[in-house]
């Protein structure tokens, strides 16, 4: 049995293929989607943003390329391809591609009993 079906297995991969930066886009790949694990492949081109939200899971956010502002509360970060940051179950938070980024988006949520 696979629980990530939607990318190839047993095979070397760039995680960055499979969401190319497109012009004024922001695209997204969902990998995983259950009830308490959430894994996708976002990019956005520069000067995109993902508006004010909150997750009801805890969410890890693996930039892969570009430079992304997270805006978590009232706090800012620049995080760089290779860093990560983890924002906490119900922090708003907002995104916005200082240059164009792309990332992997990791949320662990409760299990739902």
């Not at 930039?63 to 978590?72: P, R």
Request: glycine letters at 6%.
């Amino acid at each position: 049995m696979s629980y990530i079906e939607k990318i190839a297995q047993r095979q070397v991969i760039d995680l960055k293929q499979l969401v190319p930066v497109e012009e004024e886009q922001m695209l997204s790949k969902t990998l995983v989607q259950r009830d308490d694990l959430g894994m996708t492949i976002l990019s956005l081109d520069q000067g995109q943003t993902i508006g004010g939200h909150a997750s009801t899971g805890d969410a890890m956010l693996n930039i892969l390329s570009g430079v992304a502002e997270v805006t978590i509360d009232q706090d800012k970060f620049v995080v760089t391809a290779d860093e990560s940051i983890v924002i906490l179950a119900n922090s708003p938070h907002a995104l916005y591609a200082q240059e164009a980024f792309q990332m992997l988006l990791i949320v662990v949520k409760p299990e739902v009993k």
